[in-house]
């Protein structure tokens, strides 16, 4: 291990020695800090994988069924039915701070219609299928959880980069910084202590050589 | 508050039902088009973006963009045709690159 340019004074090694201090300090926070991540992340992305499979077999249903109302209805009659939405939908977005990644809370907030006397689809019955009906529930059902994926997913994905950040931070601390601070503070150690030792031996020669 | 919203970006067939739902839809089938539009969304103010994974496969440079951003979350959904596994496999990728090893999938043989 390379040790770092300094003049080995006395000067010198105190503030290598704060350094190192600060050092060994920062490392063991991050680690701390990383720790706690991966168990939180574990923990999310656990759950993102199972919302991801649910949301992708039941939006294939989904699709499947609405596959078939295309099928049985034209396309025309198909989207003019489907037109005009009968629910506003919005999200509510927050933020939360998971151990200093900012990640979004995703609310969905459905605007419903005023009247509850008329269907919960947005066409009349008269040129429509059953079909439709189905498929429109169906999807209606999975896009909850399909803003949930959203939430946990993105949540992952900023908190996979910010474990590599800090993993990266660690190990430039512990596999780099601190052994060349070490090294460093030794070596200038051994040199004062030479110089100690120089000084010593020549003021031993001279009071002999006085002696005499 | 400010409400956001949700858009979907896919083919034709596979997404037009979300529009019943009141979910802006953006029917694409060109590559440079869904770019396009995904570019215009996240400028806006979309939330979340679903992409059908057989669009996303041919932007992928365009959604790795918004990866680090809070806003949008770009996600990828199968279209009618069923998934291809694009979505699970960013869900695996962004394990690996925290852990370094890949625990949540490894078990199952895949």
Known sequence: MAILQVNPTRMELTGLKKRLKTAQRGHKLLKDKQDELMKKFIELVTKNKELRETVEAELTQSFKDFLIARAVMSSESLEEAIMYPIDKIALEVGTKNIMSVNSPVIHLVKEEKEDNDTSNYPYGFASTSSELDSAINSLKQVLDKMVQLAEVEKTCQLMADEIEKTRRRVNALEYVMIPQLLETVRYITMKLDENERGNRVRLMKVKEMLGK | ?110
């Open chain 2, 1 to 110: 508050m400010y409400m956001y919203k949700i858009g979907v970006i896919g083919d034709k067939d596979s997404i037009l039902g979300f529009k019943a739902l009141g979910i802006s839809v953006f029917p694409t089938t060109d590559t440079k088009q869904a770019s396009k539009i995904l570019i215009d969304l996240a400028k806006e103010k979309y939330a979340i973006i679903f992409i059908t994974e057989q669009i996303a496969k041919d932007i992928k440079d365009y959604i790795d963009v918004y990866k680090q951003s809070l806003m949008p979350a770009i996600i990828l959904i199968p279209n009618n045709q069923g998934t291809l596994g694009i979505g699970m496999n960013a869900v695996r990728q962004s394990v690996e690159k925290a852990i370094g090893a890949d625990i949540l999938f490894g078990k199952e043989g895949r």
